[in-house]
T-cell receptor
Framework: NAGVTQTPKFRVLKTGQSMTLLCAQDMNHEYMYWYRQDPGMGLRLIHYSVGEGTTAKGEVPDGYNVSRLKKQNFLLGLESAAPSQTSVYFC???????????????FGDGTRLSIL | KNEVEQSPQNLTAQEGEFITINCSYSVGISALHWLQQHPGGGIVSLFMLSSGKKKHGRLIATINIQEKHSSLHITASHPRDSAVYICAVRGFGNEKLTFGTGTRLTIIP
C-alpha cells in the first residue's frame, strides 16, 4: 500500500534551471497539496487542488506552477529555480470533506531540493 | 504573529516521563490536527479533533474550543517517541491547514 509517493527524494539544481516534482497517490483522494518546509517555520502551502483539472494558489505560490491532469497525480514545477526555493517539499492528499467531517491528510516522504 | 503557536519549541525528557505539548490558535476552527515528523522526515497524522479528547495507545490529545487551546500528552515516554510534533488547524469551510512550527521532543534513555 504505497499511499503518497514523491519523486525524486533529493535533487540539486543550479539557479535558473527548471524541474518538476511528482506526487502520486493511490487512495483515490480528491484533495492534493504541495507544501514547503523551511527551518523555524511551519509547513507552508504552495498550491493545492480540490479535484482533477483544478488548482488553486496557497500561501506562497510565487515561482511555482502546478498541474493536476490525472486525479492520482499532482505535479509541482519550478520554471527558473532560485536559491530561495531551497527547501524540503511535501505533498499530501486527503479525501473530500464529507458531511462537514474533516479528514486527515496523508503525506509523502518529502523531496529535499537544493538550489545553488 | 503566527495563527498557531506551539510550546515549548524544544523539550528533552527522561524515558518514562509524562510529556505535554501545547498548541494555541487565534481563529475559529473546524478541526485541529496533531502530526508527528520523524527524524527521517516523514510526517504522520496522529489525531484530528474538534472537541473533547482522543486517545491512541500512550498518546492523548485534548482540545478546549472556548480557550482555543489543545494539548498532546505522551504517557510513559520512550526514546522512539523522539520526533517533531506539529499542530495544525483548519478554519471553517476551508480546505487548507495552518501549521505551527513544531515541538522537537527528545527522550533520553
Amino acid at each position: 500500500n504505497a499511499g503518497v509517493t514523491q519523486t525524486p527524494k533529493f535533487r540539486v539544481l543550479k539557479t535558473g534551471q527548471s524541474m518538476t516534482l511528482l506526487c502520486a497517490q493511490d487512495m483515490n483522494h480528491e484533495y492534493m497539496y504541495w507544501y514547503r518546509q523551511d527551518p523555524g517555520m511551519g509547513l507552508r502551502l504552495i498550491h493545492y487542488s480540490v479535484g482533477e483539472g483544478t488548482t488553486a494558489k496557497g500561501e506562497v505560490p510565487d515561482g511555482y506552477n502546478v498541474s493536476r491532469l490525472k486525479k492520482q497525480n499532482f505535479l509541482l514545477g519550478l520554471e527558473s529555480a532560485a536559491p530561495s526555493q531551497t527547501s524540503v517539499y511535501f505533498c499530501a492528499s486527503s479525501s473530500t470533506l464529507t458531511g462537514g467531517i474533516n479528514q486527515p491528510q496523508h503525506f509523502g516522504d518529502g523531496t529535499r531540493l537544493s538550489i545553488l | 504573529k503566527n495563527e498557531v503557536e506551539q510550546s515549548p519549541q524544544n523539550l528533552t525528557a527522561q524515558e518514562g516521563e509524562f510529556i505535554t505539548i501545547n498548541c494555541s490558535y487565534s481563529v475559529g476552527i473546524s478541526a485541529l490536527h496533531w502530526l508527528q515528523q520523524h527524524p527521517g522526515g516523514g510526517i504522520v497524522s496522529l489525531f484530528m479533533l474538534s472537541s473533547g479528547k482522543k486517545k491512541h495507545g500512550r498518546l492523548i490529545a485534548t482540545i478546549n474550543i472556548q480557550e482555543k487551546h489543545s494539548s498532546l500528552h505522551i504517557t510513559a515516554s520512550h526514546p522512539r517517541d523522539s520526533a517533531v510534533y506539529i499542530c495544525a488547524v483548519r478554519g471553517f469551510g476551508n480546505e487548507k491547514l495552518t501549521f505551527g512550527t513544531g515541538t522537537r521532543l527528545t527522550i533520553i534513555p
